[in-house]
């Protein structure tokens, strides 16, 4: 595996593999890796000739610097990972090398402004209105920026991304779509530990007893896909609701039932539309993110 730094660097190294005739499949990440990662460039690897995966820990998506510094970072362990998963090129930039300093002093500046959209020139509608776009500002936002200056880079025919950041997968699609890039979105499937909690980078910051509790997401949202056709959303949501109420250490920040498509919370089941049901809770110092697909 090579580890590249410069963008320079990269597009210099990516244009001779292209003139080979070669495909390129790239994996975004923010590093901290797992075997949710790995099965990204696994699934790379499978359907392209070389696999770019990107360690980035993107400041513009952080709506709470305090997140943005304590988000893990574990380089050495990752270059393990990557090289043992099949990875051939990690691009590892610094900030400044996707930023320039009036991008980072906007962001700053408006750390607080809701309704601030740094200047996009795609328009997500509703997308981003719902769950994580409700709950943390500026989010989406900063995604699509940073994976739109990522697409530029690699240009890869084809990306991965975890149906684990389902609302992102869906920002991520619109924006391909709206700015008519020739990149094929992949979207591979939610990979857990053997309890059924969602592999995340975030886990490791959790201490022995709430990484115990945060069992309680999966196994909500199990009862919630195994009952549906039993009960309406609203006792579902009570369910989860009371769930979450007699933990002491999780707080549920919300539980949707969306249309896949739309994200738009639904009122009753529909077979004929495949539904989703997300959730995020929050732990002392840690928010957690999950999501079944209903059918
Ligand atoms: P992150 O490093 O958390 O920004 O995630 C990078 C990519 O890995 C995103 O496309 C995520 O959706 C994906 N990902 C993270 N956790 C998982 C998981 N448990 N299973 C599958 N994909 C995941």
Not at 181 to 189: F, G, H, K, M, Q
């Amino acid at each position: 595996m090579i580890i590249i730094h410069s963008v320079e660097k990269l597009n210099g190294y990516l244009t001779e593999i292209r003139k080979e005739g070669k495909t390129v499949g790239f994996a975004p990440t923010m590093g901290a890796l797992h075997q949710g990662h790995v099965s990204l460039i696994t699934a790379a690897k499978k359907q392209c000739d070389i696999v770019v995966c990107s360690i980035f820990v993107n400041p513009t998506q952080f709506n709470d610097l305090s997140d943005l510094e304590k988000y893990p970072r574990t380089i050495d362990a990752d270059c393990v990972i990557l090289r043992s998963a099949g990875c051939d090129i990690l691009f590892a930039p610094e900030v400044s090398e996707i930023y320039t300093a009036h991008e980072l002093e906007l962001k700053q500046q408006h750390m607080e402004d809701k309704s601030w959209t740094m200047g996009k020139t795609v328009d997500f509608g509703l997308l981003d209105k719902v769950m994580e776009g409700a709950h943390r500002p500026g989010h989406f936002n900063g995604v699509a920026q940073v994976v739109s200056k990522l697409f530029r880079i690699v240009q890869p025919v084809k990306a991965f991304f975890g149906q684990k950041d389902f609302q992102q997968l869906s920002v991520i699609r619109s924006m391909v779509k709206q700015l008519d890039l020739p990149i094929e979105i992949i979207a591979c499937p939610i990979v857990r530990e053997t309890d059924g909690l969602a592999m995340s980078s975030r886990n490791r910051r959790l201490s022995a007893e709430e990484r115990d509790e945060v069992k309680l997401i999966y196994q909500t949202l199990s009862i919630v896909k195994e009952n549906y056709q039993l009960a309406t959303i609203a006792d579902l949501k009570k369910l989860v609701e009371v769930a979450f109420k007699l933990s002491a250490l999780i707080k549920l920040d919300y539980f949707e039932i969306v249309d896949s498509e739309t994200l738009q919370p639904i009122a009753a089941f529909d077979t004929s539309r495949s539904a989703v049901a997300c959730i995020a809770v929050q732990l002392q110092t840690v928010r957690l993110i999950d999501n079944v697909i209903m059918y």
